[in-house]
Nanobody, 120 residues
Framework: QVQLVESGGGLVQAGGSLRVSCKVS????????WNWYREAPGKERELVAG????????NYTDSVKGRFTMFEENAKNTVFLQMDSLKPEDTAVYYC?????????????WGQGTRVIVSS
């Protein structure tokens, strides 16, 4: 099992910055990608950013490119999402996600989410 615990959400004004964290614990062998998703009120959960555990490459949804940066600090067993130039439309609950592959089995893990509110 893998446990993911998000933190760092809060209230910020438009144009401001926030860094959300995902503390990882458990049996992480086989994890091949880390993701940040978000779910805004009344909307479906969407993938915001992904980071390959294999080569460290990242990708972002178009709406956050150039504003959000995803990175990891292995020594802290933590994955981060640095959010700059925040907009009111970034308001959502942000979820950490990990996908793992062991032999032929795929596993997916989620954190409980951390709420980000961007005021205009």
């Amino acid at each position: 099992q893998v446990q993911l615990v998000e933190s760092g959400g809060g209230l910020v004004q438009a144009g401001g910055s926030l860094r959300v964290s995902c503390k990882v614990s458990g049996f992480t062998s086989g994890i091949y990608i880390w993701n940040w998703y978000r779910e805004a009120p009344g909307k479906e959960r969407e993938l915001v950013a992904g980071l390959s555990a294999t080569d460290g490459s990242t990708n972002y949804t178009d709406s956050v490119k150039g504003r959000f940066t995803m990175f990891e600090e292995n020594a802290k067993n933590t994955v981060f999402l640095q959010m700059d130039s925040l907009k009111p439309e970034d308001t959502a609950v942000y979820y950490c996600n990990a996908r793992k592959r062991l032999k032929t089995y795929e596993y997916e893990f989620w954190g409980q989410g951390t709420r980000v509110i961007v005021s205009s």
